[in-house]
């Protein structure tokens, strides 16, 4: 049974330009969580999603973010029009439902 | 809100001694789950340790174990005969057990293991 995927492991992205960081869960898990870790910070709470459903977006900005967890494929955090303060790394976890969540390695956006 | 404070931004051990990472919460739940991770250069984040709020034993897996006191709302991290592979970031966590299980991470604090 394959980890919590994460990809890309790294991904550089121009202000202005998207940033679209993939997640597959851990096969059978429907459960997910987006993180943001900034440097030198704890991760804090984004988004959490079943499957095609937002069941908790209270950490996710207001603007420019979203997130997606379609019936079929990887759960999508979508960033637009980024800007230098969106550098960080987005960690997604997933779970079966009552039980601890897995954590992938992360996709680190650096914005220049 | 719930809250988690870890107050040690750094600290340092001898190989083979003990150490101990402390984290305290703050929350009017009477039931959740307390977790220590360890996040290694690589950046994973490895479940370390899991408590959870109804059981009065402290946790141990191996060298890993934890000093939980419900009423001080303290759980700390007590590592023994510390490794050189112990380096890491730790994270002190809190979850609910129900419903939404997202997680509340504390600041973390730097392990350095000294040879």
């Known amino acids: 049974n394959a980890g919590v995927m994460q990809n890309p492991r790294h991904l550089v992205r121009r202000r202005g330009q998207e940033a679209r960081l993939r997640c597959s869960p851990m096969k059978g898990h429907s459960h997910v969580y987006w993180y943001r870790q900034l440097p030198e910070e704890g991760l804090k709470f984004m988004v959490y999603l079943q499957k095609e459903n937002i069941i908790d977006e209270s950490g996710m900005p207001k603007e420019r973010f979203s997130a997606e967890f379609p019936k079929e494929g990887p759960s999508i955090l979508r960033i637009q029009q980024v800007v230098r303060g969106d550098s960080a790394a987005y960690f997604c976890a997933s779970s079966p439902s009552g039980s601890e969540a897995f954590f992938g390695q992360g996709t680190r956006l650096t914005v220049v | 809100a719930q809250t988690v404070t870890q107050s040690q931004p750094e600290m340092s051990v001898q190989e083979a001694e003990t150490v101990t990472l402390s984290c305290t919460y703050d929350t009017s739940e009477s039931d959740y789950y307390l977790f220590w991770y360890k996040q290694p250069p690589s950046r994973q984040m490895i479940l370390v340790i899991r408590q959870e709020a109804y059981k009065q034993q402290n946790a141990t897996e191996n060298r890993f174990s934890v000093n939980f006191q419900k009423a001080a709302k303290s759980f700390s991290l007590k590592i023994s005969d510390s490794q050189l592979g112990d380096a890491a970031m730790y994270f002190c966590?809190?979850?609910?057990?129900?419903?939404?299980?997202?997680?509340?991470f504390g600041t973390g604090t730097r392990l350095t293991i000294i040879p």
């Open positions: 966590a809190y979850r609910t057990p129900f419903g939404n299980e997202k997680l509340t």
